[in-house]
Every structure is written in C-alpha cells, then in structure tokens.
T-cell receptor
Framework: NAGVMQNPRHLVRRRGQEARLRCSPM?????VYWYRQLPEEGLKFMVY????????ESGMPKERFSAEFPKEGPSILRIQQVVRGDSAAYFC????????????????FGPGTRLTVL | SQELEQSPQSLIVQEGKNLTINCTSS?????LYWYKQKYGEGLIFLMM?????EEKSHEKITAKLDEKKQQSSLHITASQPSHAGIYLC???????????FGKGTHLIIQP
C-alpha cells in the first residue's frame, strides 16, 4: 500500500509566478489535510478537504492560496503570485476518516514539497 | 486556541543512553500524536495516545499520556543513531480537524 504521494518534491518559482502542489492520499483515504512548515515556526495546519469539498480552511491565508480535492485525481494546493515569504515545506496528510472530535484515526504524512521563491 | 510546548528544544545524547522528551498542552488533549521527522523529509507516525494514563511502546520508544491528559512524554531506551531526527508532538483539539503541533525536539545521537 503506497503512502501519501506528493509532487513535485522541490519547486522553484520566481516572485509573481504560480505554484501548484499535488497530493495523492493513501489508498482508501478520503480525507486530506495540508500543512505548511516555515523555519522557526513549526508545522501549521492550513486546510482540510474531503472529495469535492473544503471542510475547514481556517489556516489558509486569505489571499493567493486555494485548495481543491476533485472527484478524480490528486488534491492540489495552489499559490498564486508567490512571494519570498511563501518559501517553505508544504506537507499533505491523509486519513481514512475524520480526525476531529477525538477521532481515533491517524493522519499519515507525505514527504512534502519544498517551495523556494526566488 | 491550543498550544503545545515541547522540551527540550534540542538534545544531544551519547549512543546507548536513555532520554525523555516532553510535550505539554495548554488545553485537554483529545488525541496526542508523536511523529518523527528526518531532516528534509516527511513525518513518520510513531504513536497515538487518547486515554489518560495510557502508555504505548514500539521497539525502544515508549510514550505516555498523563491522567489529566495535558502532558505526554516520549522515552527512548538505549538510543541508537537511527533515533536521530526531529520529534514532533501533535494534538487534535476535539473540534478542529487539523492537528496542532509543537515546535519539535531536535535529537542528536553521538557515537
């Protein structure tokens, strides 16, 4: 059973370009979570999605960031008009069921995409 | 919002020695997760604790959740070079779907 897949592993963009990060959850998992890891700040939750629905985007910046998890294909985190402050490691995690409310299911993480904005 | 404080921030231990990492929450923990991250890589799930007083072990790593469910400890016995990395505790706060993480403990094992 393959783990969570993310691509690309490394992405370099110039300021003002768009970044698209992809995440394929583990087989049988329909819940996807995106996190950002900034140096000195730790890992921060961004958004939680189920197929075709954004459930919780409380950690997403209000502008330039969007996420989707279509019926077919991977989940995508899109960053428009990137700035240097967007440089970070972006991790995707998946779980078979929802983990809120004391849920027992674990979130399994992918290897991350390291975004560098020049 | 929930905050997790990890201590120590970094730890250098001689190979073969035991060590303990702590994670303290500002609120009651509904689920406490321990992950390990190797530098430049993703997070590897180690253990999850839910019940007050619960203790779980995997190989030489033992994690405990205190009775009040506001603190957890991770104990490594007879440390090995393969234990080196960043240990992160994460918590589900009951109502939120995303996990809240501590800033991590950087563990270095000296041969």
């Amino acid at each position: 059973n393959a783990g969570v897949m993310q691509n690309p592993r490394h992405l370099v963009r110039r300021r003002g370009q768009e970044a698209r990060l992809r995440c394929s959850p583990m087989k049988g998992h329909s819940h996807v979570y995106w996190y950002r890891q900034l140096p000195e700040e730790g890992l921060k939750f961004m958004v939680y999605l189920q197929k075709e629905n954004i459930i919780d985007e409380s950690g997403m910046p209000k502008e330039r960031f969007s996420a989707e998890f279509p019926k077919e294909g991977p989940s995508i985190l899109r960053i428009q008009q990137v700035v240097r402050g967007d440089s970070a490691a972006y991790f995707c995690a998946s779980s078979p069921t929802r983990t809120s409310g004391g849920g027992a299911d674990t979130q399994y993480f992918g290897p991350g995409t390291r975004l560098t904005v020049l | 919002s929930q905050e997790l404080e990890q201590s120590p921030q970094s730890l250098i231990v001689q190979e073969g020695k035991n060590l303990t990492i702590n994670c303290t929450s500002s609120k009651t923990l509904y689920g406490l997760y321990w992950y390990k991250q190797k530098y430049g890589e993703g997070l590897i799930f180690l253990m999850m604790l839910q019940k007050g007083g619960e203790e779980k072990s995997h190989e030489k790593i033992t994690a405990k959740l205190d009775e009040k469910k506001q603190q957890s400890s991770l104990h490594i016995t007879a440390s090995q070079p393969s234990h080196a990395g960043i240990y992160l505790c994460g918590a589900s706060g009951g109502g939120a779907d995303g996990l809240t993480f501590g800033k991590g403990t950087h563990l270095i094992i000296q041969p």
